[in-house]
């Protein structure tokens, strides 16, 4: 199930600008660093977790390191790991295990806490193809079918929308608008640019059309995520640049 092959001079490999949040829990040390350094040559935003912390909701995978040689090291990570699978926000969340060569035997057998793993050497495009694969298999879309601002999560071919893993019950004309804003964040559109953009330069409706689409929206968004709209006096709205 693993790629053999070192990490360094493994070419580049065809990847989006940013395919989400990886989490990397595990012991500090060298594969955790060099782990999460690839995993930001291919794509993902990796962040290093601590496995006593309580994992954020807006992460696309979790790779776990595999810790040292102790018995009870590993049970911790386990034990980390079926937390995880628990969390409402992470139920379908992939769970993929970074091993050492030889270290599959260690890993869990037939266990929540483990979806894949990968074999530390690997090459980039292996690493790429496995985390790929697991992202798959739980059913989350290819990158070029969503769009992800933090844990703003838009389905681009199915027009659903989640907020940190809570699914938006939006109109048609709602998960446009927030498409819109959300394609350009930090842009300033005006009214009138939102209301031919998003409704069509044959809509007759008068411009305050936007401003009660956007209340809505920023409801159902809720309190935390309301903000990621915010309005320009007197112009119009953005989409702010900082994630939730």
């Keep these: 199930m693993s790629e053999a ?18 989490l990397v829990a595990g012991d500090e040390g060298p594969d955790r660093d060099e782990l999460s350094a690839e995993l930001a040559r291919i794509g993902y935003e990796p962040r290093p977790l601590a496995l006593s912390a309580v994992p954020p ?8 390191v595999l810790p040292g040689q102790g018995a009870g090291a590993v049970e911790d990570a386990i034990r980390f790991a079926q937390g995880v699978r628990g969390s409402p926000a992470h139920r379908e969340t992939p769970i993929v295990w970074a091993v050492p060569a030889g270290g599959a035997e260690r890993l869990p057998a ?18 790429a193809a496995r985390l790929r694969l697991a992202r798959r298999r739980a059913g989350q879309q290819d990158d070029d079918e969503v ?14 929308a989640t907020a940190a893993g809570r699914r938006l019950d939006l109109t ?9 804003l959300a394609a350009n964040p930090g842009r300033v559109h005006t009214r009138e640019a939102i209301l031919s ?4 330069y044959d809509y007759y409706g008068g411009i305050r059309t936007v401003d009660v689409h956007v209340r809505r929206l920023r409801v159902k ?3 935390e995520h309301a903000r ?17």
């Design 228 to 244: 990621l709209i915010e309005t320009v006096r007197s112009v119009g709205y953005r989409f702010s640049t900082e994630s939730v």
């Design 57 to 64: 909701p807006d992460a696309a995978l979790v790779v776990l």
């Design 147 to 160: 769009l992800r601002r933090g844990s703003l999560v838009l389905n681009l071919s199915t027009y659903q």
């Design 197 to 200: 953009n998003v409704w069509g």
């Design 5 to 22: 092959g070192e990490l360094r001079g493994s070419g580049p490999v065809d990847a989006p600008a940013r395919i989400g949040v990886a």
């Design 172 to 180: 048609y004309m709602e998960y446009r608008l927030l498409r819109f």
């Design 110 to 127: 037939a266990s929540t806490a483990l979806d894949d793993f990968v074999e530390l050497p690997c090459t980039r495009p292996g690493l």
């Design 221 to 223: 968004l809720g309190q």
